[in-house]
Antibody
Framework: QITLKESGPTLVKPTQTLTLTCTFS??????????VGWIRQPPGKALEWLAL???????HYTPSLKSRLTITKDTSKNQVVLSLTNMDPVDTATYYC???????????WGQGTLVTVSS | QSVLTQPPSASGTPGQRVTLSCSGS????????VNWFQQLPGTAPKLLIY???QRPSGVPDRFSGSKSGTSASLAISGLQSEDEADYYC???????????FGGGTKLTVL
């Protein structure tokens, strides 16, 4: 059974760096074709894909935020970490992590964590 | 503005069949398979359809997906009140080298 859970601050100040951790179970990021992605959703708005990392450390970022995003994995801890620099109020959103396999779909999602950007 | 275009709203009555659309381009829907997600109020998205028309285990066969050219559709037959939710399409975009989501369709069951 695959489960994922996001953790991190619920409130960050403008210009700060957001660091979120996705802790998962039921699969390993050392297994071929496994991947974890991050998706966010501003209140009342649509889903937006942010970043993705695969078992082989291949990484992908959404072009509009690429300069601000970093995704890393810690296979031994079953964790994936997302960093987003220079936070702005428009970055206020629920951030989700999700499992996928190469050429697959985001089939298992975490419950999400709401991050508010405010001074 | 989303790369994938979905109508913002749709509605139907119980028992009816409704179809939700998702329009893209040659670099996304035209080249890759489409996934659909259902998001009930206050919950995380749930995978509803993958690879254009495949249902994960546990998804009722009332839900079906199809793709033609650069557009995709999600059909819901025998509409039920619990189907009231937001529905999103998603696909890999070869030009952007990343995933793109549609703007979502809010389905209301009248």
């Amino acid at each position: 059974q695959i489960t994922l859970k996001e953790s991190g601050p619920t409130l960050v100040k403008p210009t700060q760096t957001l660091t979120l951790t996705c802790t998962f179970s039921g699969f390993s990021l050392s297994t071929n074709e496994m991947g974890v992605g991050w998706i966010r959703q501003p209140p009342g708005k649509a889903l937006e894909w942010l970043a993705l990392i695969y078992w082989n450390d291949d990484k992908h970022y959404t072009p509009s935020l690429k300069s601000r995003l970093t995704i890393t994995k810690d296979t031994s801890k079953n964790q994936v970490v997302l960093s987003l620099t220079n936070m702005d109020p428009v970055d206020t959103a629920t951030y989700y992590c999700a499992h996928l396999q190469l050429r697959g779909a985001f089939d298992y999602w975490g419950q999400g964590t709401l991050v508010t950007v405010s001074s | 503005q989303s790369v994938l275009t979905q109508p913002p709203s749709a509605s139907g009555t119980p028992g009816q069949r409704v179809t939700l659309s998702c329009s893209g381009s040659s670099s996304n829907i035209g080249s890759n398979t489409v996934n659909w997600f259902q998001q009930l109020p206050g919950t995380a998205p749930k995978l509803l359809i993958y690879s254009n028309n495949q249902r994960p285990s546990g998804v009722p066969d009332r839900f079906s997906g199809s793709k033609s050219g650069t557009s995709a559709s999600l059909a819901i037959s025998g509409l039920q009140s619990e189907d009231e939710a937001d529905y999103y399409c998603a696909v890999w975009d070869d030009s952007l080298n990343g995933w793109v989501f549609g703007g979502g369709t809010k389905l209301t069951v009248l």
